[in-house]
Structure formats: structure tokens, C-alpha cells
């Protein structure tokens, strides 16, 4: 198994980024400045905004073609494994 920040990817995790095309560099922004919910079964839901995706931008972080058609990111962590992320789309992206 690889590491994403100390979280182990699972085989399905794996999976589920290369099939919605998500950056793994994205994961990572949403795991340590997106929002937390605690869910049942000790899993924590990580939800990185547009707003978030846009300041990364701004700052310089990653490239607009990165995250094309992005709205907002969801991880599924329990205690240090990834389950999994999915990803909201829009048809105007981040631009509005």
C-alpha cells in the first residue's frame, strides 16, 4: 500500500481516483484543510469547498486544468486508511 500523509491507500481508494480522475495532490489539500464531520463506525468525512480549491489556485499551489470541472472533494478516512473520495462536478467548475 502507498501513503497519502501518513494515511494508507486501499486497493478500492486507489481505484476510485483513477476512474473520477482526481489528483492525488487534491487528497491530500482535503485532508489537512478541509472541513471534518465525524460519521458512525469511526470514520471521518473530510470535505475540501470551492472556495478552498480556489484559494489553493490563487495561491499557486496546483493548475485550474487540475481540478477542471471541480466543485468540491470528499475523503472517507478510517482511523489512518483511506476508503474512499468522490467528487462533486459542475459544468461551470470552480469558475463561479
Given amino acids: 500500500m502507498k501513503n497519502i500523509l501518513n494515511y494508507k491507500l486501499t486497493h478500492h481508494f486507489e481505484e476510485r481516483l ?8 487534491l487528497v491530500s489539500m482535503c485532508l489537512v ?15 475540501l469547498s ?17 481540478c477542471l470541472g471541480i466543485t ?3 475523503v472517507v478516512v478510517r482511523k489512518n486508511i483511506l476508503i474512499t473520495t468522490f467528487a462533486k462536478f459542475g459544468d461551470t467548475g470552480i469558475s463561479n
Wanted: aromatic content about 6%; glycine content about 4%.
Fill in 18 to 25: 483513477n476512474q473520477r480522475q482526481i489528483d492525488p495532490f
Fill in 72 to 74: 468540491s472533494l470528499t
Fill in 33 to 47: 484543510k478541509g472541513d471534518i464531520k465525524m460519521m458512525k463506525k469511526n470514520k471521518i468525512e473530510f470535505t
Fill in 50 to 66: 470551492k472556495d478552498a480549491i480556489k484559494q489553493a489556485i490563487a495561491q499557486g499551489y496546483m493548475l485550474a486544468r487540475d
